[in-house]
């Protein structure tokens, strides 16, 4: 999708986990029925990115096992993954 173009998380999962309290908030789970094996398994969403929209603060991706990125999916307004 051309518009999340600009929407990226350049970070990697150890980057991801070793943040503090005071860092960026993030939510995570699995696709389950939406899963792509070998290549998408899992989801993030990150609190505070600049391409969240509506009433939830978080931006979602799914992460790329093969290529080690994580791909943009979409704001969590219209994905409702988390509980916010």
């Known amino acids: 999708d051309q518009s999340l173009?600009?929407?990226?998380?350049?970070?990697?999962w150890a980057q991801?986990?070793?943040?503090?309290?005071?860092?960026v908030a993030?939510?995570?789970?699995?696709?389950?029925?939406?899963?792509?094996?070998?290549?998408?398994?899992v989801w993030l969403c990150e609190e505070g990115?600049?391409?969240?929209?509506?009433?939830?603060?978080f931006f979602c991706f799914v992460f790329d096992e093969v290529d080690?990125?994580?791909?943009p999916w979409g704001p969590d307004s219209l994905l409702q993954l988390t509980n916010h």
Do not use: I, W
């Open 26 to 41: 993030f939510e995570t789970g699995g696709l389950g029925n939406l899963m792509d094996l070998p290549r998408f398994g």
């Open 16 to 23: 991801l986990t070793q943040r503090t309290e005071n860092d």
């Open 5 to 12: 173009a600009g929407c990226a998380l350049p970070a990697t």
């Open 49 to 57: 990115h600049a391409c969240a929209t509506g009433d939830s603060p």
């Open 68 to 71: 080690k990125v994580f791909v």
